[in-house]
């Protein structure tokens, strides 16, 4: 039998192909790479190209044993060869280990240097921290030289200054409060016709489940901050229909929140003793938020917040029977009532910033004055804890809640009751709109009551898209909008849009 030759090597071919054009055998490696780079076969110098090529089935053929391994001293020779080579290699290989390993020694050794460097860093920065708040304690509790008299310990005082600029904000506000006509007002017609277009149950945590406050910004009613029970405030933008923010600090619930009209500025109460306020680094709201105070000047729940209408000072309400004003710039206490006989519950100051109204454990309205931080009058009617309260926007009326369900509206002229609502469940949340036109009311559901007179209170609405019991309350400008919150983790926002 005849061996197929490669015309171009002479050799036997692995893969040989056959072209009918020029009539010769070829290895395809070679032939295929001469076409590509000459198109023409090496041998007659014919024009090929591979279509010309055909492959050749035969038998795979047997490369001969070279001639070295052919004797034995011939593959004694391979062999140690072989052995060199992979000896060489070996050395190699130990070489980089040696070095592989040197390198991840000093690696190491930084590694831990640095832990050590970070660790050092970290105790210091702690005590760093501890001596702060410690002089911020010193701080807080320290009396001014310039304070007035009776101010305790740790008070700045409510300064002739302060009361002077309350005083002649309350004659301002007094006079545009006298205007009973509100052109931009939602009728009653369409507040009769809200819906609930937004409900919104991701915001906070599923882990601790319920939001228990909520607040609209006077001015952008897109803007809302919440407060749940996994101890976060979230900052929701109503347009985008998404958070924000979420400003996590406090360490239990959070129980009250508010927004600041004129700044970008939030205040938080929480169940941990605590009120945070939080300024945000830019003008844009929705960037980040940072804690500007902590103010710890309650030992027991901090339960409300309210901001006087001067926008300079923050009230506070506690477990622990007392009630403060605090200063929002420095975050230093101006005035702390102490010792007062109940727990309040609930707290809030009047509409011309003279008064503040607080409910108590002990089924008691208590309305004190500013000025003189003394009681001027004592609400009684109330057969259950007074956990919510909302002043008209004339400043003439107060509605308050409490636990047995029953609302109950107060004209603060007298002062007598003159209105008393049951409603569905304990009452949570009460919300008079900025006119004092209409009344939210949250019990188990949320329910809208028109007080167009001082002798009529009509329901307007009615919702009952909640599933568990509705905490918190708060109107847009106008009564265009409701926003509500509710212990089943979700925030519904109410409109004719």
């Known amino acids: 039998m005849s061996t197929i030759v490669c015309a171009i090597s002479g050799t036997a071919p692995e893969q040989p192909v056959y072209s009918p054009k020029t009539r010769q055998v070829y290895e395809r490696r070679l032939i295929e790479k001469q076409v590509q780079e000459t198109g023409r076969c090496p041998v007659t110098k014919e024009e090929l190209t591979q279509e010309d090529l055909c492959e050749m089935k035969v038998n795979k053929v047997v490369k001969p044993r070279p001639a070295a391994a052919t004797s034995i001293p011939g ?89 002077s600029k309350m005083e002649e904000l309350a004659k301002n506000l007094a006079k545009t409060r006298k205007q009973r006509n509100f052109p931009d007002l939602n009728p009653l017609e369409e507040v009769k016709r809200l819906e609930c277009k937004g409900s919104f149950s991701t915001i906070h945590q599923s882990t601790a489940p319920g939001i228990i406050c909520v607040d609209v910004h006077k001015v952008h009613p897109n803007r809302i901050a919440t407060g749940g029970v996994d101890s976060q405030v979230i900052l929701f933008d109503a347009q985008k229909s998404k958070p924000v923010q979420k400003l996590a600090g406090h360490s239990k619930k959070v129980t009250a929140v508010k927004l600041h009209p004129d700044k970008d500025v939030v205040a938080s109460a929480s169940q941990d003793a605590t009120v945070k306020v939080w300024t945000c680094s830019s003008t844009d709201w929705s960037s980040q938020y940072n804690c500007l105070h902590t103010i710890r000047k309650h030992s027991a729940e901090v339960t409300d917040l309210s901001i006087h209408p001067l926008g300079e ?29 109940s727990a309040y519950p609930c707290m809030s100051f009047h509409p011309d910033g003279l008064i503040v109204a607080g409910g108590t454990q002990d089924k008691t309205v208590v309305v004190w004055d500013v000025k003189e931080q003394a009681t001027v009058a004592s609400l009684t009617g109330h057969e259950g804890v007074v956990q919510t309260l909302s002043f008209s926007g004339n400043g003439y009326y107060l509605a308050s809640g409490s636990s047995d369900g029953v609302v109950k509206l107060w004209d603060l002229r007298k002062p007598v009751n003159i209105q008393t609502i049951k409603v569905d469940g304990p009452a949570h949340s009460v919300a008079f709109d900025a006119t004092g036109q209409y009344l939210a009311v949250g019990s188990k559901s949320v329910q809208v009551f028109n007080f167009a007179t001082k002798t009529t209170l009509t329901e307007a609405a009615a919702f009952k898209e909640h599933a568990d019991a509705v905490t918190g309350l708060c109107w847009g400008p106008n009564a265009k909008t409701l926003a509500s919150v509710s212990m089943d983790r979700s925030l519904k926002i109410y409109s004719n849009k």
Not at 317 to 336: E, N, Q
Request: proline share 3%; charged share 20%.
């Open 75 to 163: 593959m004694l020779t391979l062999l140690q060869t072989e052995w060199d080579a992979l000896m060489s290699e070996t050395y190699e290989l130990k070489t980089n280990l040696d070095t592989t390993r040197k390198q991840l020694s000093h690696a190491l050794y930084q590694h831990d240097a640095a832990c050590r460097v970070i660790a050092r860093l970290l105790r210091e920065r702690d005590a760093a921290r501890a001596q702060v708040a410690q002089l911020q304690d010193q701080l807080s509790n320290s009396t001014p030289a310039n304070a007035p008299v009776g101010a305790a310990e740790g008070e700045t005082g409510l300064t002739p200054q302060i009361l």
């Open 313 to 341: 000072y923050l009230l506070t309400a506690s477990l622990d029977k007392s009630w403060a004003i605090h200063d929002f710039a420095t975050g230093r206490c101006v005035r702390h009532m102490q010792d007062l006989g």
